[in-house]
């Protein structure tokens, strides 16, 4: 008899780590809350390094769970642990029953209007990486009216004392030089500043793609950050940063200026977190078992994790996560 | 500018402010620069809305100028803070409010410390009880002054004879608000506003008729920041402070600069005078300056006290403008006049920026 899995949340991870157990005989269960399957990655446009079209990933890994039970709309209300595995309570009214949970709740995007002196949700001009993703899918956004400079600030909500977000949030610098050089495209005679801490090009193609940046699309990459934003009376944003590199403070006027928001954990899970006995980890994301050869576990015997619901995480991390994470799933349910 | 963002913010940053009863403390700076700005608050306060505001004869500085000068280290400021809370004690309050935004800085760095650290407090409780024998309790609630006016802002509105408002043309004034760094800025959640945008001269400004001006500079310091100025060196820095915001709200044409902070309106009143005389330029009209007054000098305007009677003569940029803008009598001759009518002389006029 086929066992069935529950896999809470229908992202990447969550497609994946579903196509896979089902290759490996096993039955898993997706209920996913939002209306749709695909997670941040479906309302993305292109993927860094190589402006691949998001959407033949997100199309492939759709085709792969398209026979695979699916709840859409529908949030766990209720889990307990049984004698053959844990039987969980849907919005729906429905139950199922299954002999492994696995988290795959992915991320929330930083709300960017907490960093307040960025202005988002103040001065119109100010934007998120999402929203800029959007412009490229649609080509629709009232406030990206042919903009002459562009400003974009990294480590929004990442790196950030004052915002109790100390973590790195991993792909927000190789999303800002991408989307600049999208920018640069759309917008050839765009002047295009990027204000970092570090760049952290830590993946194949990365590095390549920084030099591309600055080389192929001239975009200016100035290392400091912005302290602040306002609005000058034609509605053009006046900030404020420090160049570290030269060791001055800087002023500048920008027709539009986008915010690459960190990640942080899905906080709609933390009532079923808790009912399953699964803890946070420094950076308020869950805590697995081991950071090296227990990624994939909880410190709950059948309760499995992966993808961005750990912490924050590439594409290609968390696939391959989701993929590892069904071979401990099986290996758990087979040795039962 | 998306004005709901703004409000969303001013929502999330609001205080409960007990209605009477408060401990008032006077700024040792304010008193000397602005005379009649603490007086009105009083006389509106206790007389206007009815409230009881006490003020103890024995009560000092707070510390805080030589404490951000680096002149005393932080263990003398608490004790002279620890001091101040042992005579509302004495007194039977459990309210209490200053005048000077900076003492509103050390008084809630020393709470909010004290509550981090219970031993610093108990050392600070000896280091009183050894120096004056006194002991001290923690204020219930601590306000700004600025605080008392922002929550009677409709009380004081309702009372408004001269509202913030051009007589000539109907239209509202265009006011540009200062808040003093150590208002929100080291602890948002202690202002009405928070430390980006905050509301409570907004608030004031809103209720009494005027037009916000935000500028690019709005957040920029006035140009006093202690050692920018108290080190002779530095104020040529204090000035090029002054001047960039100046320069930034230009091209909105301000009627007035309201601030809730001793030295924002002194250093945004007093440069104006040298950018003058150094530079030829004014930012009023027609030669004149931008007024830059106290919020409680704003209150006494729109509830139409005296303007003498304020102390506005104090102001090196002239007043007259606005008074007139505003549709406000004035008595020209009695502009330097003392108790009983003593002619008191009047002032050198400045040569670049009028006077009068």
């Known amino acids: ?336 | 500018m998306i004005i709901e963002g703004k409000q969303k913010i001013w929502a999330d940053y609001q205080k409960d402010i007990p209605d009477d009863h408060y401990f008032y403390v006077r700024s040792c700076i304010r008193q000397a620069f602005w005379p009649g700005s603490e007086v009105t608050f009083l006389d509106i306060t206790r007389n206007k809305l009815g409230k009881d505001f006490y003020e103890n004869p024995y009560h000092t500085t707070c510390g805080g100028i030589a404490y951000h000068s680096d002149t005393i280290p932080q263990e003398t400021a608490m004790t002279i803070i620890a001091r101040q809370f042992a005579l509302m004690k004495e007194s039977g309050y459990e309210n209490y409010v200053c005048s000077c935004i900076t003492s509103f800085g050390c008084y809630t760095e020393t709470l909010e410390t004290w509550h981090e650290y219970p031993e610093l407090e108990a050392k600070i409780r000896q280091y009183l009880w050894d120096s004056c024998k006194k002991e001290f309790a923690k204020p219930k609630y601590l306000a700004h002054a600025s605080d008392i006016i922002y929550k009677f802002r409709f009380e004081i509105a309702k009372q408004m004879k001269f509202p913030l408002v051009n007589v000539k043309t109907g239209k509202p004034l265009k006011v540009v608000e200062h808040i003093g760094c150590h208002y929100s800025k080291m602890f948002p959640s202690k202002g009405f506003g928070g430390a980006e945008y905050p509301h409570v001269l907004v608030g004031m400004i809103e209720a009494w008729g005027g037009e916000v001006v935000d500028y690019p500079e709005r957040r920029h310091c006035c140009g006093f920041g202690f050692r920018q100025y108290f080190v002779q060196g530095n104020r040529g820095y204090s000035e090029s402070n002054t001047y960039k915001k100046f320069e930034s709200m230009e091209p909105y044409e301000p009627d007035l600069i309201i601030t809730n902070c001793p030295g924002c309106p002194y250093f945004l009143d007093r440069w104006q005078y040298v950018i003058a005389e150094q530079t030829g330029k004014t930012y009023g009209k027609n030669g004149y300056g931008i007024p830059a007054l106290t919020y409680e000098e704003v209150a006494g305007l729109v509830m139409g006290y005296d303007p003498w009677d304020l102390g506005l003569q104090m102001h090196q940029v002239a007043i007259e403008p606005l008074l007139e803008k505003m549709g406000i009598p004035y008595d020209p001759k009695k502009k330097y006049q003392g108790v009983n009518g003593k002619d008191l002389g009047q002032p050198q006029c400045p040569s670049c920026i009028k006077s009068v």
Not at chain 1, 100 to 105: D, E, F, G, Q, Y
Not at chain 1, 159 to 166: A, M, P, Y
Not at chain 1, 209 to 219: A, E, G, N, R
């Open chain 1, 1 to 336: 008899m086929k066992e069935n899995i529950i896999i809470i949340g229908g992202g990447a991870a969550g497609m994946e780590a579903a196509t896979q157990l089902q290759k490996l005989g096993l039955t898993p269960v997706i209920i996913e809350k939002s209306n749709a399957l695909g997670g941040h990655i479906a309302q993305w446009d292109k993927l860094f390094p190589a402006f691949h079209n998001a959407k033949d990933v997100v199309s492939k890994m759709f085709d792969n769970v398209k026979d695979i039970k699916t709840y859409l709309n529908t949030e766990v209300t209720d889990i307990q642990r049984n004698a053959d595995g844990f039987h969980a309570v849907l919005s729906n009214g429905e139950a199922i029953d299954g002999k492994a949970v696995v988290l795959a709740t992915g991320f929330d995007l930083f709300k960017a209007e907490r960093k307040q002196e960025y202005g988002y949700g103040i001065y119109n001009n100010v934007i998120t990486s999402l929203e800029l993703e959007k412009f490229f899918r649609t080509r629709k956004d009232e406030r990206i009216n042919n903009p002459k400079k562009i400003g974009f600030v990294h480590c929004v909500g990442a790196r950030d004392v004052k915002v109790g977000n100390t973590y790195c949030s991993k792909v927000c610098c190789t999303t800002a030089l991408k989307q600049a050089c999208e920018m640069k495209e759309v917008f050839p005679e765009a002047e295009v500043y990027t204000f970092y801490m570090d760049l952290r090009m830590f993946g194949p193609g990365y590095e390549d793609l920084y030099l591309k940046t600055q080389k192929d699309y001239d975009v200016k990459c100035i290392r400091g950050r912005v302290c602040e934003v306002s609005e000058d009376m034609d509605g053009r944003l006046v900030i404020k940063a420090e160049d570290t590199l030269f060791g001055k403070p800087l002023r500048m006027t920008l027709d539009l200026l986008v915010l690459m928001c960190s990640m942080e954990k899905n906080k709609s899970i933390d009532k079923i977190q808790r009912q399953l006995g699964i803890e946070n980890n420094s950076d308020g994301f869950m805590q697995n078992r081991d950071m090296y050869l227990g990624m994939n576990d909880s410190k709950q015997e059948g309760v499995f994790v992966a993808g961005t619901c750990t912490a924050p995480k590439s594409l290609p991390d968390t696939i391959g996560e989701a993929r590892s994470v069904a071979v401990e799933v099986f290996n758990y349910v087979n040795n039962k």
